[in-house]
T-cell receptor, first 112, second 114 residues
């Protein structure tokens, strides 16, 4: 089967940098996605890594190492509005490749 | 504006009743998905559809049914066979196989069984 592991909670202060790790086990691999979900809201897509390396989008960056089955989401210059849950996800090879399997999520709490 | 709509936002149901959750998208996406989210948990796939008149079971399809008669619509029925239906239900869409990594989500329906 496929599984993803990520920390359940992370805390940080405004202005800091935080890294949320994700390790995965899959029978096949297309790439790693990251989503943000504020409490009670809909998940929104943040980034996608298909190849090794770092992808940067503003204050957020995402990294992938295919050989280590590992990725992370890096959030810089943290703001209070970044308090949310963050999910990593992989394409589900057992479901014809379009459905996503999500991790259980990491709750980020940013304090002032 | 393009997007995904789900209705209703809150839904209450008595045990033993079937209920249908609506999901509509005007993004011209081929693929649509239904997920269930329980408190403190990730999203678990119920059903998905890659094209009209075709759909596939996800990891937790038991007690649920879907239809895909139109590209824009993918309703989910929670049947009385679903033993623990109280949850947050999220519908999503993507631009098919090539765009599956980027899914667009609706606002969700919170179902409570009384």
């Amino acid at each position: 089967g496929q599984s993803l592991e990520q920390p359940s909670e992370v805390t940080a202060v405004e202005g800091a940098i935080v890294q949320i790790n994700c390790t995965y086990q899959t029978s096949g691999f297309y790439g790693l996605s990251w989503y943000q979900q504020h409490d009670g809201g809909a998940p929104t897509f943040l980034s996608y890594n298909a190849l090794d390396g770092l992808e940067e989008t503003g204050r957020f960056s995402s990294f992938l190492s295919r050989s280590d089955s590992y990725g992370y989401l890096l959030l810089q210059e943290l703001q209070m509005k970044d308090s949310a849950s963050y999910f990593c996800a992989v394409r589900d090879q057992g479901q014809a490749g379009t459905a996503l399997i999500f991790g259980k999520g990491t709750t980020l709490s940013v304090s002032s | 504006d393009g997007g995904i709509t789900q209705s209703p936002k809150y839904l209450f149901r008595k045990e033993g009743q079937n209920v249908t959750l609506s999901c509509e998208q005007n993004l011209n996406h081929d693929a649509m998905y239904w997920y269930r989210q329980d408190p403190g948990q990730g999203l678990r796939l119920i059903y998905y559809s890659q094209i009209v008149n075709d759909f596939q079971k996800g990891d937790i399809a038991e007690g649920y049914s879907v239809s895909r008669e139109k590209k824009e619509s993918f309703p989910l029925t929670v049947t009385s066979a679903q033993k623990n239906p109280t949850a947050f239900y999220l519908c999503a869409s993507s631009a098919g196989l090539a765009g599956g990594h980027e899914q667009f989500f609706g606002p969700g329906t919170r179902l409570t069984v009384l």
